[in-house]
């Protein structure tokens, strides 16, 4: 069989492309990219059609891989001659789905249609399937390798009528190896693994339900043989009984020994608080000497401490208004020594000074509102607040006129200087008479601070020379020590009072000695009542303890008849379902035989498969070894190592006393010994009329010594194949 002629419609990156192909070497030098792998895809694909139909990645799926990239239609047509006639097919191909495919097969010379094959155009021609195709005439690029498919050796064995046999034989060794698998006892997976296991769980149960038979049994004898109690709660259950032999108390008997015990408990705390510590005892001596003249209340200490504070903040402000004065004062006397040079200009930096001065101005202003504020949260409203706020706001008033005062200066730049003496005159007139009244209100307020200093600290000093106390510099401490002496002394005071004491210790002792006496019927001993108080919590805890152990004792009895009717019930139980055990242990065991009869059956078949295989095999390994070596001969004359060829036509290396899978050989050798494999199982499948062989750039990987007995290699299988070789290397067009 030849190629003629080809026609790519749209596949892939091909569009409208034409070939012509002679017999013989068929050379495609093309650069990457130009599509000589999609080229060879779309022979194989106008024989055998598309692979990987299911496969959802792009790359993978071949209908998809290959769609056209300029749209169009898909597909185009190949003329061959085979057998004396020549043939033209026409495929087109759906985008997406099999069913839009199309297909025709014509008479190339009478251009008529031709029935002598079907769509399965590579099976028919080739008698081998597109796997089997792939594996031998068809070389892709990087896929040199190849293996022996059953298609391959019912081809080469000449027996094409058995081919089927050969194609079921995977199928049935798959299936053979399913069934082995699924029944194998050596793997967890396997039926008859399971059913062991099965087994030996049941018997692991069935000896643990027999061991749990024998230990109900015996809790039951032990059962028969012990008390439901524990021994300890028998014990107190006993003692119990003897301390309210003559009745339990009530809730009510309850409610009156805890208030009296209430309130020895209570006396008995104020009795350990009202007496002094040696050192407390001092500390009080010291402080009722300090407080003999009088005791001031801690509200008046706290508003001297309120005074002080005040003072403190007025003594800040009072520099500032002082200095806020002297900078008026020494305003008022430049203005006096300037007004008597009258055609004198007043320069650009002469507002330099009332700038200063409204800084100044506005500083005093702020703080005079800040002090305004304190005294407004401090006394609520009154006429000294409201005082403060109004000069507050007249310093930044003061401040503004100031800070305007320079803006006008160059209004009247262009006038002459009569008007501009005038205007002056005016203007100086009335900064003198605004001075002269922020002078007057700023020494009003001095003297208002200078009182209201000496007033705040009137009280603190006479509060102070009443205790006989001198601050010695830092006031504010020693008024906050003050107080808490004052306080500590109170509580000592009332703490010291002896009589109070004597009284409450009586009443302890009354209240002590009731108890005792009300409790004597419960616990007769006197040591039991040694602390009344801890007698009636204990005597509360008992009859909890006596309650609960009676309950207990109750439900014990309820739940050793229950119990013992339930160890007959699980006896019984247990009894049944060892029985069951033991039944579906047989079962078990009978259908492990049956499965196990059959795996034995599928092994020995497999075994036996392969041994025929092996022997139908044996026949046509001589004739592929044979040319595999003559292959090997001409592309590595040299090569010297020792090939073996297996009943599965799998060839082996022998390197350094070992026989080696190729999968161990460099990406050289593994494709030499693919290609040869491959051209020596070609040579036994067509002895006749060989097909046409398609290579896509196989030698990619061999060295330059290789590639010279490549193109001996190529040369000699062009002689009886027609070959079409594709390579993007001038090197490599042998």
Request: glycine letters at 6%; proline letters at 3%; a negative charge.
């Amino acid at each position: 069989m030849e190629l003629i002629s080809a026609h790519v419609e749209n596949f892939g990156r091909l569009s409208g492309l034409d070939l012509r192909f002679r017999s013989g070497l068929n050379l495609f030098l093309r650069d990457n990219g130009w599509g000589k792998s999609t080229f060879a895809a779309f022979i194989r694909v106008m024989f055998y059609g598309f692979g990987n139909e299911k496969k959802r990645n792009p790359i993978e799926n071949e209908r998809r891989k290959y769609a056209p990239w300029q749209g169009g239609i898909y597909g185009g047509e190949i003329v061959f001659s085979l057998k004396g006639r020549r043939y033209r097919v026409q495929r087109t191909f759906g985008a997406q789905r099999e069913k839009e495919d199309t297909f025709a097969l014509y008479d190339a010379d009478t251009n008529l249609p031709s029935s002598d094959y079907s769509e399965r155009l590579g099976e028919e021609i080739f008698a081998v399937d597109r796997d089997s195709y792939s594996k031998t005439v068809f070389v892709g690029q990087q896929d040199c390798a190849t293996a022996a498919t059953p298609g391959i050796n019912a081809k080469i064995g000449n027996v094409a009528d058995a081919e089927a046999d050969m194609g079921s034989y995977g199928d049935v060794m798959k299936r053979l190896k399913s069934e082995a698998d699924r029944l194998t006892p050596d793997r967890k997976t396997g039926a008859v693994r399971k059913l062991t296991d099965r087994i030996a769980y049941l018997e692991a149960e069935a000896e643990k339900g027999e061991a749990q038979l024998r230990t109900v049994r015996n809790e039951q004898m032990n059962r028969e043989e012990h008390s439901p109690m524990a021994e300890g709660d028998i014990q107190e259950l006993h003692r119990l009984t003897a301390v309210f032999e003559e009745g339990m108390p009530d809730e009510a008997e309850f409610g009156r020994l805890e208030k009296l015990s209430s309130e020895l408990e209570e006396l008995r705390e104020k009795l350990d608080d009202a007496g002094l510590s040696d050192r407390e005892r001092r500390e009080f001596e010291e402080n009722r000497e300090l407080f003999a003249s009088f005791l001031p209340e801690d509200e008046e200490i706290t508003e001297r401490i309120r005074d002080w504070e005040a003072r403190k903040r007025l003594q800040e402000i009072l520099p500032v208004r002082k200095a806020a004065l002297r900078d008026l004062l020494d305003e008022l006397d430049e203005e006096k020594n300037d007004r008597d040079d009258e055609e004198f200009d007043v320069p650009r930096g002469a507002g330099h000074g009332s700038r200063l001065t409204a800084v100044l101005f506005a500083l005093v202003g702020s703080a005079v509102l800040a002090f305004a504020a304190f005294r407004f949260v401090k006394e609520g409203p009154g006429t000294i607040p409201l005082i403060t706020v109004i000069a507050g706001c007249m310093f930044l008033g003061i401040a503004l006129v100031l800070a305007g005062k320079r803006g006008g200066t160059s209004e009247d730049e262009d006038a002459g200087p009569e008007a501009r003496r005038r205007k002056r005159t005016g203007t100086e007139r009335a900064e003198r008479d605004g001075t002269s009244e922020r002078i007057a209100v700023l020494r009003e307020e001095i003297e208002s601070d200078r009182h209201q200093i000496a007033e705040l600290g009137r009280g603190v000093q006479e509060l102070l020379d009443d205790l006989r106390i001198d601050p010695e510099g830092n006031v504010t401490e020693t008024l906050y020590e003050l107080r808490s002496r004052a306080r500590s002394f109170r509580a000592m005071r009332e703490r010291s009072d002896q009589e109070r004491f004597l009284t409450m210790k009586k009443a302890a002792l009354e209240k002590e000695e009731k108890l005792r006496q009300r409790l004597e019927s419960y616990y007769p001993d006197p040591a039991d009542r040694t602390d009344p108080v801890e007698t009636v919590r204990m005597l509360r805890r008992d009859a909890k303890s006596y309650r609960s152990l009676c309950r207990m004792e109750r439900i014990a009895k309820e739940a050793h008849l229950a119990a013992k009717r339930e160890a007959l019930a699980r006896e019984a139980a247990e009894a049944d379902r060892i029985d069951e055990l033991r039944a579906e242990i047989g079962k078990c065991k009978g259908e492990r035989e049956k499965l196990l009869h059959r795996y034995q059956v599928v092994v020995r078949t497999a075994a036996f498969l392969e041994r025929a295989k092996a022997q139908f095999s044996a026949r046509y390994m001589g004739p592929v070894k044979a040319a595999f070596d003559s292959y090997v001969s001409m592309i590595a004359p040299d090569d010297e190592r020792l090939y073996t060829l297996d009943a599965d036509l799998e060839i082996t290396v022998r390197e350094w006393g070992q026989q080696r899978q190729t999968e161990s050989q460099s990406d050289g050798y593994r494709d030499l010994i693919g290609l040869c494999r491959r051209l020596a199982m070609i040579d036994v499948m067509y002895e006749k009329a060989g097909p046409f062989l398609i290579m896509d750039d196989p030698f990619v990987n061999l060295d330059d010594e290789k590639l010279a007995g490549a193109s001996v290699f190529l040369r000699r299988i062009a002689e009886k194949y027609q070959v079409l070789y594709f390579s993007c290397s001038r090197d490599r067009c042998l």
